[in-house]
């Protein structure tokens, strides 16, 4: 896994708002499936506790992008952490 930080569930979900119309998010117990354009990325849901706005690990979210063939650039204006 590339990259390090992390990032606030509710900034990703800003950044697929922007980049990604028409992605869905499906919450299972241990994983949250992002969906866009045929395919699924499963994100962690964050640590335990409270999951409301978890953080993410910046690589998880750039594995993500790629996987979900989302367009860098944008999500990279998105969330500068992904630089």
Not at 37 to 57: F, K, V
Request: hydrophobic letters at 30%.
């Amino acid at each position: 896994m590339t990259g390090f930080g992390q990032v606030h569930w509710k900034k990703i979900r800003r950044m697929l708002d922007e980049c990604a119309d028409g992605y869905t998010v499906e919450d299972k117990m241990h994983r949250r499936w992002v969906r866009y354009q045929g395919h699924t990325y499963h994100l962690p849901l964050g640590e335990h506790g409270t999951r409301e706005n978890p953080e993410i690990e910046v690589g998880y979210v750039k594995s993500m992008v790629r996987h979900l063939q989302i367009d860098q650039r944008c999500a990279k204006r998105a969330l500068p952490q992904l630089r």
